[in-house]
């Protein structure tokens, strides 16, 4: 199974927002088999190239309940930190 750490890198920004513990991940995960994702993960594009920027528990999460990635919402942003649309 493809994760989606294969298809889309992670900014190095996104290190300013701490990992989840397991624990916390599976709790996350079961929220999101129970409720779906409430909160969409942020890009950035950066020289031309998409990266998470945002999201990376959110996305381990899905992949932990089993829910399929590809159809996620996400919320482009500029490098201002401004939002520039919702896909």
Do not use: Q
Request: charged fraction near 35%.
């Amino acid at each position: 199974m493809t994760s989606w750490r294969d298809v889309l890198p992670v900014h190095p920004a996104a290190e300013l927002f701490p990992m989840m513990s397991d624990a916390e991940l599976r709790e996350l995960a079961d929220d999101v088999k129970k409720n779906g994702l409430h909160e969409r993960v942020k890009t950035i594009k950066d020289n031309g190239k998409l990266y998470l920027l945002d999201g990376r528990n959110r996305l381990d999460a899905i992949e932990l309940a089993g829910r399929k990635i590809e159809h996620c919402a996400r919320r482009n942003v500029d490098h201002g930190g401004r939002g520039t649309g919702h896909h």
